[in-house]
Antibody
Framework: EVHLVESGGGLVQPGGSLRLSCAAS????????MSWVRQAPGKGLEWVSV???????YYADSVKGRLTISRDNSKNTLFLQINSLRAEDTAVYYC?????????????WGQGTEVTVSS | SYVLTQPPSVSVAPGKTARITCGGN??????VHWYQQKPGQAPVLVIY???DRPSGIPERFSGSNSGNTATLTISRVEAGDEADYYC????????????FGGGTKLTVL
């Protein structure tokens, strides 16, 4: 059974950094595409980043340069490093498994980890 | 970047049919995917590739996509269908960007 469990969220001061983790089970992270999607309080879903099986990465324009997606194949875990945190980064961050093909969609999601940026 | 437009809210009586639209420029040329999100929960995929249902999703959920509008249709609406619904496309021409609609709150009267 596929399972995704995020961790690493919390309260951080503006300008700080955070590394989010997403532990996967039931499949191999390195053999599929994986993404992070975030949701600000009371707002809609916002795609953040994707990592492909060949290791290539892509980011939303709103976070480019401050976020880094990566994975640890030995731990079957996905990561999101967030630097220079801003108030607008406050959100629940979900990791999701991507089904690729002629399009891309998310078939499994974690329960999310909450990030609050505030002084 | 590509923009998807959804109505903020749709209301429907139990047993009736709900239709949630997702507008985008020539969206009919793209594949559209739909998610259901209940309060405090992660999104759940309900429709992929315009009109395919994942296992476990009732046949009451269906989708269509043509021209500038994609539609999620929920037949015989139940109280448990009350949730936020999001459409999504993948824009391979725009740095592999995934785009979500703003979401529609479905209220069951």
């Amino acid at each position: 059974e596929v399972h995704l469990v995020e961790s690493g969220g919390g309260l951080v001061q503006p300008g700080g950094s955070l590394r989010l983790s997403c532990a996967a089970s039931g499949f191999t992270v390195s053999s599929t595409y994986m993404s992070w999607v975030r949701q600000a309080p009371g707002k809609g879903l916002e795609w953040v980043s994707v990592i492909y099986t060949d290791g290539s990465t892509y980011y939303a324009d709103s976070v480019k340069g401050r976020l880094t997606i990566s994975r640890d194949n030995s731990k079957n875990t996905l990561f999101l490093q967030i630097n220079s945190l801003r108030a607008e980064d406050t959100a629940v961050y979900y990791c999701a498994r991507v089904v690729g093909g002629s399009s891309q969609y998310f078939d499994y999601w974690g329960q999310g980890t909450e990030v609050t940026v505030s002084s | 970047s590509y923009v998807l437009t959804q109505p903020p809210s749709v209301s429907v009586a139990p047993g009736k049919t709900a239709r949630i639209t997702c507008g985008g420029n020539n969206i009919g040329s793209k594949s559209v995917h739909w998610y259901q999100q209940k309060p405090g929960q992660a999104p759940v995929l309900v429709i992929y590739y315009d009109n395919d249902r994942p296992s476990g999703i009732p046949e009451r959920f269906s989708g269509s996509n043509s021209g500038n509008t994609a539609t999620l249709t929920i037949s015989r609406v139940e109280a448990g269908d009350e949730a936020d619904y999001y459409c999504q496309v993948w824009d391979s021409s725009s740095d592999h960007e995934v785009v979500f609609g703003g979401g529609t709150k479905l209220t069951v009267l």
